[in-house]
Nanobody, 121 residues
Framework: QVQLVESGGGLVQPGGSLRLSCAASGSAFSINSMGWYRQAPGKQRELVAT???????NYANSVKDRFTISRDNMKNTVYLQMNSLKPEDTAVYLCTARILPGGGSFWYDYWGQGTQVTVSS
């Protein structure tokens, strides 16, 4: 059983920074792409950033030049460094990863439970 566990959310003032982490755990699995989505109350889930196994990145226009996604393949962990945070960044941030479970033949998209980020003065 593969699990994704996020950490690092919290309350921050506008202009502040937070770093989210998401670690995959389980036995004998392979990870392809990883990423972050977010969902604000009353809004649809939206892409924040993705990163391939080789390190190629993609960002939503709303977070470009403020957020940085990175990953540590040895630790099966993806990070999201968020700078210059704005109130409109307030949302539940969810980690996702495309994973091939041990002994399996198909890749699946796994999701974490989410971590709350609140930007408010």
């Amino acid at each position: 059983q593969v699990q994704l566990v996020e950490s690092g959310g919290g309350l921050v003032q506008p202009g502040g920074s937070l770093r989210l982490s998401c670690a995959a755990s389980g036995s004998a699995f392979s990870i392809n792409s990883m990423g972050w989505y977010r969902q604000a109350p009353g809004k649809q889930r939206e892409l924040v950033a993705t990163i391939t196994k080789g390190g190629s990145t993609n960002y939503a226009n709303s977070v470009k030049d403020r957020f940085t996604i990175s990953r540590d393949n040895m630790k099966n962990t993806v990070y999201l460094q968020m700078n210059s945070l704005k109130p409109e960044d307030t949302a539940v941030y969810l980690c996702t990863a495309r994973i091939l479970p041990g002994g399996g033949s198909f890749w699946y998209d796994y999701w974490g439970q989410g971590t709350q980020v609140t930007v408010s003065s």
